[in-house]
């Protein structure tokens, strides 16, 4: 099974406004392990850099000034990615940029059928989080300490070692006989099924029960409800 996990920066975070990808990186996999092969490439966005942006991920106007158009490299991107299941994290982001710039240069969109967002596999398997590409990285022992600013490449490849953590650590690369499909995340039930009782339990009440209970309800005053039934004094049973 192959397998691309990709990171993109960006000169803002909206792609419907006119932002644009300046860098974009991945790392392919093939069966969970990292093949060697990558695809790095800064991009030349056509429009200024955001100032909030640039403190994101260090790069400027003059840096990206002679870097290739996205058409340019475009043809080389789609053949990198071919038919792989594309990974990202918060993909939505990641994928609503490609696929603006796929729309500039009349190339197919990429389908969400093929995308697999960590994100969302995080939260479900830690939901009280936190689920930031840092935090996982704290989590599960990845050395993210060249991880000074945001950088494609260098977040792909990190998010490739979360990603195996996340769908069950290294022992998923270890799999003999049929190649395993994309991960299929499923949400765990809380404690046992519920299933209806053959018979019916039985609750006995005793004499000792029932006075603390009338005293609880003489404590309460005279508009408690149940008032109406001290009369009874005999102990009780109930089933449920």
Same mark, same amino acid.
């Given at each position: 099974m192959r397998e691309v996990v990709l990171d993109t920066e960006t000169t803002g975070?909206?792609?419907t406004s006119g932002d644009r990808i300046v860098e974009i990186g991945c790392i392919e996999l093939v069966n969970h392990i990292p093949s060697g092969r990558v695809f790095h490439r800064y991009v030349n966005?056509?429009?200024?850099?955001?100032?909030? #942006? #640039?403190?994101?991920h260090g790069l400027d106007d003059a840096f990206l000034r002679d870097k290739p158009r996205f058409a340019e490299i475009a043809d080389?991107?789609?053949s990198f990615l071919g038919d792989a299941i594309l990974v990202a994290h918060n993909a939505e982001f990641d994928t609503g940029f490609l696929n603006a710039e796929f729309a500039r240069c009349e190339r197919s969109a990429i389908s969400s059928d093929r995308v697999i967002d960590t994100l969302m596999l995080a939260r479900r398997k830690h939901p009280?989080?936190?689920?930031?590409?840092? #935090?996982?990285?704290a989590r599960y022992f990845v050395d993210s300490s060249r991880r000074t600013r945001h950088g494609a490449i260098?977040? #792909?490849?990190l998010l490739s070692e979360v990603y195996i953590e996340l769908i069950g650590g290294r022992q998923a690369a270890l799999m003999l006989g049929e190649e395993p499909g994309p991960p299929t995340v499923t949400v765990a039930r809380h404690g046992p099924a519920v299933r209806p009782r053959p018979v019916p339990r039985v609750f006995v009440v005793s004499a000792e029960e029932m006075e603390a209970h009338r005293n609880a309800v003489l404590r309460i005053g005279d508009g408690a409800i149940w008032l109406r039934y001290l009369d009874d004094d005999k102990p009780a049973a109930a089933t449920g």
């Amino acid at each position: 099974m192959r397998e691309v996990v990709l990171d993109t920066e960006t000169t803002g975070l909206d792609p419907t406004s006119g932002d644009r990808i300046v860098e974009i990186g991945c790392i392919e996999l093939v069966n969970h392990i990292p093949s060697g092969r990558v695809f790095h490439r800064y991009v030349n966005p056509e429009r200024p850099m955001s100032i909030d #942006a #640039a403190r994101v991920h260090g790069l400027d106007d003059a840096f990206l000034r002679d870097k290739p158009r996205f058409a340019e490299i475009a043809d080389e991107l789609v053949s990198f990615l071919g038919d792989a299941i594309l990974v990202a994290h918060n993909a939505e982001f990641d994928t609503g940029f490609l696929n603006a710039e796929f729309a500039r240069c009349e190339r197919s969109a990429i389908s969400s059928d093929r995308v697999i967002d960590t994100l969302m596999l995080a939260r479900r398997k830690h939901p009280m989080g936190p689920n930031s590409l840092d #935090a996982l990285c704290a989590r599960y022992f990845v050395d993210s300490s060249r991880r000074t600013r945001h950088g494609a490449i260098l977040d #792909a490849e990190l998010l490739s070692e979360v990603y195996i953590e996340l769908i069950g650590g290294r022992q998923a690369a270890l799999m003999l006989g049929e190649e395993p499909g994309p991960p299929t995340v499923t949400v765990a039930r809380h404690g046992p099924a519920v299933r209806p009782r053959p018979v019916p339990r039985v609750f006995v009440v005793s004499a000792e029960e029932m006075e603390a209970h009338r005293n609880a309800v003489l404590r309460i005053g005279d508009g408690a409800i149940w008032l109406r039934y001290l009369d009874d004094d005999k102990p009780a049973a109930a089933t449920g």
